[in-house]
């Protein structure tokens, strides 16, 4: 019984820290200049829901000022929940990301088969997207944090070294980097995409439809995830660092 007080009070006591963590960061950026989107971008989503968590802002002002915007999905997104086939979860986490590309009015939309969890440098998926890369030649490639704190996240950066000299500019955008206490932060290179008031109510709403897609057993097919990082997720502000 103690040993269960001190868990869920160690927990509380953590998840106070992020909040925190999080008004900080929210205070800090309000002078941070504007993103500025160029005529061809491409976002690596490790997977089925980053790309809207982290970019929809982003992705709604591109599609609005008619640039071209690439989306690679690049695991499987098998890992999100334990009772089901992996092909079961496959098609309707990929299904998910259709549909909301379909709410986006994005038609450039691919699929890589990178096994979730498992991501590596020497997997034969790394040629496809290599390959890819090279037939979009995007202006602009935007990656998940580096202090994401999860393995298919921090991977990405790794992933595309090879083709660096090739891309004008890098920027990371944030999914779980609200949810760990890094604080090494780069205040310098830090931009913004402040959103109106319509990319934002239209932001929840495609985070809601991500989070309220269930499994018979009433899991989000996504998997569960924490409150806070959710909240971070649709303030009115979308954080990105440029990296290149």
């Known amino acids: 019984m103690v040993m269960e007080l001190f868990v869920s009070l160690k927990h509380k006591i953590k998840n106070v820290m992020r909040y925190l963590r999080v008004k900080y960061i929210s205070l800090k950026i309000l002078g941070k200049?504007?993103?500025?989107?160029?005529?061809?971008?491409l976002i690596l989503a490790p997977h089925p829901d980053d790309e809207s968590i982290g970019c929809c802002g982003l992705i709604q002002r591109a599609i609005k000022e008619r640039k071209d915007v690439y989306i690679i999905i690049l695991t499987d997104g098998s890992a999100s929940l334990d009772d089901y086939a992996k092909n079961q979860i496959i098609n309707e986490r990929r299904s998910l990301a259709r549909n909301v590309a379909d709410r986006l009015n994005i038609t450039k939309l691919f699929f890589l088969d990178f096994p979730d969890g498992k991501m590596r440098l020497n997997h034969p998926e790394v040629e496809k997207l290599h390959t890819l890369m090279k037939e979009i030649h995007p202006e602009q490639v935007f990656i998940p944090s580096h202090l994401e704190g999860w393995s298919d996240h921090v991977i990405v950066k790794r992933l595309i070294k090879e083709l660096w000299s090739d891309i004008s500019e890098v920027y990371e955008y944030c999914v779980w980097f609200w949810y760990y206490f890094s604080l090494r932060i780069d205040w310098k290179s830090t931009y913004v995409l402040r959103m109106t008031r319509n990319e934002h109510r239209n932001k929840k709403r495609i985070l809601e439809y991500y989070?309220?897609?269930?499994?018979?057993?009433?899991n989000p097919w996504i998997g569960v995830l924490p409150s806070i990082l959710l909240r971070a997720n649709i303030q009115k502000d979308e954080l990105y660092f440029k990296i290149k």
């Open 211 to 218: 989070t309220s897609s269930l499994s018979p057993q009433g």
């Open 33 to 41: 200049p504007d993103i500025q989107i160029r005529k061809r971008i």
